[in-house]
């Protein structure tokens, strides 16, 4: 089993940004390839990004590349997504999860195990 628990989401403006952290416990961390993904009201969860266990391997949907950074600290089982020029579009609850695998996966049904999720708002 693994636990998750994301924070540090909340509300900023157009062109700010956050840090999501994912704090993991339970089975080993460092064994895990991991992902973010978010959900907007009203629509199907998306991918946005995913790390290898190491940390050198990382997957990002196209949308967040050149703003969004996946990283992980496997001596703190924390998982991150840095996040910067926010977009309105990237308003949704953002949620961390673990795979039974060590490739990274853009599948949602690719994961085992999920956070509860924290809300990102981004006000224009």
């Known amino acids: 089993q693994v636990q998750l628990v994301e924070s540090g989401g909340g509300l900023v403006q157009a062109g700010g940004s956050l840090t999501l952290s994912c704090a993991a416990s339970?089975?080993?961390?460092?064994?895990?390839?991991m992902g973010w993904f978010r959900q907007a009201p009203g629509k199907e969860r998306e991918f946005v990004a995913a790390i290898t266990p190491s940390g050198i391997g990382t997957l990002k949907a196209d949308s967040v590349k050149g703003r969004f950074t996946i990283s992980r600290d496997n001596a703190k089982n924390t998982l991150y997504l840095q996040m910067t020029s926010l977009k309105p579009e990237d308003t949704a609850v953002y949620y961390c999860?673990?795979?039974?695998?060590?490739?990274?996966?853009?599948?949602?049904?690719?994961?085992?195990?999920w956070g509860q999720g924290t809300q990102v708002t981004v006000s224009s």
């Open positions: 339970g089975r080993t961390f460092a064994s895990n390839a």
């Open positions: 999860a673990a795979r039974l695998l060590t490739m990274p996966a853009r599948g949602s049904n690719d994961y085992a195990y």
